[in-house]
């Protein structure tokens, strides 16, 4: 599911499942977009709704998982 309203939000203190954080947009040696972090962990960067699925499955997490957005929700990627 893309879109926003489908998306949960997560509670910065629930703790019951992996916390997944997409930072502001940013440019750097893997070009422009928004990098993702699972855990303590670095996992790529998102350019899109598509990317950042992409990037939950591969780490085995549904794409379902609620997500902690900085600098800007679920709907900005530029």
Known sequence: MHAAAGRA???PMDHS???IVVFPMESGPQGPGR???IGSHDVGIAESWDDLDRL???H????E?????RGGGA???V
Do not use: F, H, K, M
């Open 56 to 58: 939950l499955e591969r």
């Open 35 to 37: 990098p993702v972090q």
């Open 60 to 63: 085995g997490i549904s794409p």
């Open 9 to 11: 939000t997560v509670d």
């Open 75 to 77: 709907d900005t990627w």
């Open 17 to 19: 499942s992996p916390r």
């Open 65 to 69: 998982a609620p997500v902690v957005w």
